[in-house]
């Protein structure tokens, strides 16, 4: 918890140096929006800590590069989002607008993987930034708070949310997943650990966004398959050793169509460290 209270003190930092500097710089500084472009082991019995709220409204995925000139809006819009306790948010940084000058210091092959695969599943032609997929389900402007919040209320409201509960609980030893059952609708679905970097300041030297500052949160830097969920209530467990040596963690429960495409996201919650 102490992660999560120290990124919301940052954020609320963040809105009081932009608030102060376009008072005094005027309008032309302040952000603008853009238009997108086109075998497990036997439980300790250690005591186990009070799982987490197993629920959260929905999921954040945003897609986004530091040499796009349109991302800015959306990285400060994310880091919101990421200081919310009812939103999995969680940023990609991708590599094809490196060649614009600037090569984003947190860009990952997989991330750019991960969008191209989202891109087929839903039938589209191009990728683009800044794009925020909601729940796996659909995607928008990422630096459009209307879109992204109103996605996330009609997803909710349609039965198209978190249906699934994810509760997270550890001993000394490892982390424990409960997974509760499916319902009605899909009963398959991968269990998906997401890795990402604490927030990081950065000033980016050169390209279309050459002499800003910009704190990046949720930045993913792996993810990885941890096993399969098949729609009824199922435990799985990892080693604590696994999850504290990373920034930060995340579960998804996501389905997985016959062509290995993502599909949408029935649960989530955050591994927070001990």
């Known amino acids: ?7 919301q003190l940052a954020v609320f930092a963040l809105a009081v140096s932009v608030f102060a500097g376009s008072a005094v ?58 200081a919310r306790d009812d939103i999995v948010a969680l940023a990609y940084h991708v590599e ?6 600037w090569q984003d210091t947190l860009s990952r092959k997989e991330n750019t993987d991960r969008q191209y695969d989202y891109m087929r599943t839903f039938g589209s032609r191009s990728v683009y930034t800044p794009q925020a997929v909601i729940n796996g389900r659909v995607h928008v402007n990422g630096a459009s708070r209307g879109e992204v919040n109103g996605s996330l209320n009609r997803l909710e409201k349609a039965g198209e949310g978190m249906r699934v509960s994810v509760k997270v609980s550890r001993t000394s030893d490892r982390v424990i997943i409960d997974t509760g059952d499916a319902g009605s609708g899909p009963s398959d679905a991968h269990v998906i ?6 927030p990081q300041t950065i000033k980016i030297g050169k390209g279309e966004n050459v002499g800003r500052k ?49 599909g949408p996201i029935l649960g989530a919650a955050f591994i927070h460290k001990p």
């Not at 918890?1 to 990124?7: E, K």
Request: charged residues 20%.
């Open 1 to 7: 918890m102490a992660f999560r209270r120290l990124l």
């Open 25 to 82: 710089a005027g309008q032309s500084d302040r952000p603008q929006f853009s238009r997108p472009q086109s075998d497990r082991p036997t439980l300790s019995t250690l005591p186990i800590d009070k799982p987490q709220a197993d629920k959260p409204l929905g999921v954040v995925e945003l897609f986004t590069s530091q040499g796009c000139n349109s991302c800015p809006p959306a990285d400060e819009f994310f880091a919101e989002l990421a």
């Open 96 to 101: 094809y607008w490196d060649y614009l000058g």
């Open 193 to 198: 650990i997401v890795y990402f970097e604490p």
């Open 214 to 262: 910009m704190t990046y949160w949720n930045s993913v830097t792996s993810i990885q398959t941890a096993g399969m969920w098949h729609g009824k209530a199922q435990r799985y467990e990892l080693p604590m050793t696994e999850i504290s040596k990373k920034g930060g963690s995340a579960v998804l429960l996501q389905s997985v169509g016959k062509d290995g495409l993502p």
